[in-house]
């Protein structure tokens, strides 16, 4: 069973961090491109970070650069996404997803994905 799931979301002040856990189950880590998702209220979902484990390639919004890492740990299937300087904007439902043989400045400015995590919310308050 393929299964993406999340962890690590939460209700956080501006300027504060978090990370989110996404762990893996089911298909082949590396042969997949992993992404952090978000959709805000009223917004089209945006591509936040990509990362492609076998080769290190990775992508970010620009509206997260400098403030957001992505990373992956193949030992546990995991993805991690380590929010800091979180503004009120960062308020989303963020999902972690998974593309086949993705190349992460495309498929992080993308519309789809083979798998979808159920979403993990994170709100971030004044």
């Known amino acids: 069973e393929v299964r993406l799931v999340e962890s690590g979301g939460g209700l956080v002040q501006v300027g504060g961090s978090l990370r989110l856990s996404c762990a893996s189950s089911?298909?082949?880590?590396?042969?997949?491109?992993f992404g952090w998702f978000r959709r805000a209220p009223g917004k089209e979902r945006e591509g936040v970070s990509c990362?492609?484990?076998?080769?290190?390639?990775?992508h970010y919004a620009n509206s997260v650069k400098g403030r957001f890492t992505i990373t992956s740990d193949n030992a546990t299937n995991t993805v991690y996404l380590q929010m800091n300087d979180l503004k009120p904007e960062d308020t989303a439902v963020y999902y972690c997803?998974?593309?086949?043989?993705?190349?992460?400045?495309?498929?992080?400015?993308?519309?789809?994905?083979?798998?979808w995590g159920q979403g993990i919310q994170v709100t971030v308050s004044s």
């Open positions: 997803a998974a593309e086949w043989r993705g190349f992460p400045p495309y498929y992080c400015r993308g519309p789809r994905s083979d798998y």
């Open positions: 990362i492609r484990n076998t080769d290190g390639i990775i």
């Open positions: 089911g298909f082949d880590f590396d042969d997949y491109a």
